[in-house]
């Protein structure tokens, strides 16, 4: 296989031929559509006209949407701290422990994947509703605590309150957390593993207590895992739909989900791919900045 | 003079059902430069790990100074370590490298900058404190791995293959090298090598180890010349062993009668091992003679009895060495015997030809016997 595809064309373009026709076809012409009717207007109910106008991108940045834009940024971001503030002592935690038992850490950290979002989503909503699986603990606790203190003579606690854990900011940013966690914890996991494991004894080996050898020697030398790490998780994160529709309150909304409305409620196509493309020139820019720090993180030796 | 700086009490590694390391018993005095010598799996480096504190001893004790450290955590022991990979910190530069130890231990930073720029100097890296180490070619990185251990002016330095993944020309140097630091720090070294030349070359004393059990500690001079097994006497340097019976055993001189030779062993000196019993005779291929066939009569060195000692014999193969040549000499009943001559003179190598019938003789001083 030392050969290179100069010299052996038609090898080359049967194997790229059907692939290429495939992405040309149904990716990018759809996506040359959206793309152009981000510079149109409704001219009708099913017809657009493209007559290359910046209204709808003014339209999208007008303070009202630039806000969700801005929030979307705002939620994507927390989310992803917080999966890495969680996701890197898990990934430690596999990467240091016996064969056998990481196998199975990782397939834990996986199985998700294998679920359908929305059946995912549904049971958190189960699990966090006000007659949810947490607040019925909370409850029974509650109420044990009272029935404790009435035996030793104290006032009882009163009724139970329970937590309002859904439908709000709180019940988006948990959910997207854990859904997004695996996105983070896989490229930590994989950086880590690669790190030459002298180092960290040489560390100790130095007087370094473990905790300080974490954040002078592992955390800096996993900056690339933990860029792509942070990259992977905010993209989706911040294309966000399902999570804010169904866990999120009426001030939840992300930028997916007024998007959709533009496509179905709205009937506005050329704002909505307009504000698509925004979100897209986002991503891009986040891609970007994780590309030029990758450069100068020199990347961790042997 | 003789400070005994490590004790290792009666030491077991088990790693599930494998003994890594077998009930070691060990001391290491101060100022020595200690070698652990071994094949590849013989317990050497789980040894000295457990010396650093990466691994713990399932029985037994490890003393430093007297003071038990078996439990101790790693960043807590007064040993430094030059790990095999030299484990430099790719992100730092050197003299970041170098101060990492210093900097946990709070030493003001006049002060740090002071022991760092002394152990680069020590090391001679002077002036190579901002370079990273990707800028650095590999025996430079294990200078810094050196500096970095020995600015902590730990009472121990240990060594993991120091010179292994060095090329030869390096390594030469290196192990000079290594020898003059020693002397110069005056901190008790201890290495691990699987390469015998290593250890013979720089150790005062060594250890020689096989299947976690440790099988003698000798001067490298003793291991050489006066192994306690077969192990150690084919483990260090070439040997011709000769497996017989011991058929005289006196104060002054005894016999061994091997079926693999034609002629019996002499020996000028007593054994004081079990008469008739199995015993090996092991000389060395550099204390045989070549001598050329010359009449029937067998030449005599002059130290034994006529009829021993001396062996008749074909050239089967020869190397030539540069400095020396070996030859395979085979002799009546099959056997071949190594033999190692140095080339004095341009013309040396010349002397001995392939398929030529020579005699084979040696010093009633020269064979080694082990009893096991």
């Not at chain 1, 056998?100 to 966090?128: G, Q, S």
């Not at chain 2, 530069?93 to 002060?111: E, F």
């Not at chain 2, 001679?124 to 404190?129: E, K, N, R």
């Not at chain 2, 020898?179 to 250890?199: R, S």
């Amino acid at each position: 296989m030392e050969q290179s595809w100069k010299q052996a064309k038609a090898v080359f373009a049967a194997a790229l031929g059907p692939p290429l026709v495939w992405l040309v076809l149904f990716f990018l012409a759809p996506m040359a559509i959206v793309w152009a009717y981000s510079f149109g207007h409704n001219a009708g109910l099913t017809e657009i006209e493209i007559t290359g106008t910046f209204h709808n991108y003014a339209r999208a940045i007008e303070p009202l949407y630039l806000k969700i834009f801005l929030k979307s940024v705002w939620v994507a971001a927390l989310t992803t701290a917080l999966c890495l503030v969680a996701g890197f002592p898990v990934a430690l935690a596999i990467t240091f422990a016996s064969d056998k038992t990481k196998a199975w850490l990782l397939l834990l950290v996986m199985l998700p994947f294998w679920t359908n979002l929305l059946i995912r989503t549904y049971a958190l909503i189960a699990v966090l509703r006000t007659e949810g699986y947490v607040n019925q603990g909370l409850e029974w606790l509650w109420n044990g605590g009272s029935g404790l203190a009435a035996l030793v003579g104290l006032q009882p606690l009163g009724d139970f309150q329970p937590l309002e854990l859904l439908h709000n900011n709180f019940a988006v940013i948990l959910g997207l957390v854990y859904v997004h966690l695996p996105f983070m914890v896989l490229p930590l996991y994989s950086a880590l593993d690669r790190l030459d494991k002298s180092l960290l004894e040489a560390s100790l080996d130095l007087g370094t207590g473990h905790l300080r050898t974490i954040f002078k020697v592992v955390v800096p030398l996993a900056i690339p895992g933990i860029a792509s790490g942070v990259l992977i998780t905010f993209i989706p994160a911040l294309g966000a739909y399902l999570t804010p529709d169904l866990l999120g309150g009426p001030d939840s909304q992300m930028i997916a989900n007024i998007i959709e409305r533009q496509f179905k409620r709205a009937n506005d196509w050329p704002f909505g791919a307009a504000m698509s493309f925004l979100l897209m020139y986002l991503t891009f820019i986040a891609i970007a900045i994780q590309a030029v720090l990758s450069k100068k993180t020199p990347e961790a030796k042997g | 003079m003789t400070k005994p700086i490590i004790t290792f009490e009666n030491v077991t590694k088990r790693f599930g059902k494998l003994a890594a390391v077998d009930n070691v018993s060990l001391t290491v005095n101060e100022g020595e430069f200690f070698a652990l010598l071994g094949p590849s799996g013989c317990g050497k480096t789980t040894l000295l790990r457990m010396l650093a504190g990466f691994e713990t001893p399932t029985e037994g004790r490890i003393l430093i100074d007297g003071q038990d450290i078996s439990n101790t955590p790693p960043n807590k022991r007064p040993v430094n370590m030059v790990f095999q990979s030299y484990a430099v910190f790719p992100h730092m530069t050197v003299a970041d490298n170098v101060a990492y130890g210093l900097k946990v231990d709070r030493v003001p930073k006049a002060d740090r900058d002071a022991r760092v720029a002394e152990a680069l100097e020590l090391v001679q890296l002077g002036g190579l404190g901002e370079r990273k180490p990707d800028q650095l070619s590999g025996g430079q990185r294990q200078r810094v791995a050196l500096a970095r251990a020995l600015v902590k002016r730990p009472r121990v330095l240990l060594l993991d293959e120091p010179l292994s993944a060095l090329d030869a020309k390096l390594r030469e140097q290196m192990r000079t090298e290594l020898c003059t630091l020693q002397e110069k720090v005056g901190i008790t070294f201890i290495m691990v090598t699987h390469d015998q030349d290593e250890a013979l070359a720089l150790a005062t004393r060594c250890a020689v180890m096989s299947k976690g059990v440790l099988q003698q500690v000798a001067t490298p001079s003793d291991l050489y010349e006066f192994p306690n097994s077969r192990f150690v006497a084919d483990f260090i340097g070439q040997v011709n062993l000769f497996e017989g019976v011991l058929a005289v055993d006196e104060p002054s001189h005894a016999v061994i009668k091997s079926p693999d030779l034609p002629v019996d062993i002499f020996l000028d000196h007593g054994v004081t091992g079990p008469r008739g019993g199995t015993a090996w005779a092991a000389i060395r291929p550099e204390k045989i003679e070549l001598h050329k066939k010359e009449g029937d009569e067998p030449p005599n060195l002059g130290d034994c009895p006529k009829g021993f000692n001396a062996v008749a014999g074909v050239i089967k193969h020869e190397a030539y060495l540069g400095g020396s040549s070996t030859y395979e000499v085979e002799i009546a009943g099959g056997r071949r015997v190594k033999v190692q001559r140095s080339n004095l003179t341009r013309w040396d190598q010349e002397d001995f030809k392939l398929g030529e019938t020579v005699w084979l003789c040696w010093h009633a001083c020269s064979p080694a016997v082990l009893l096991s």
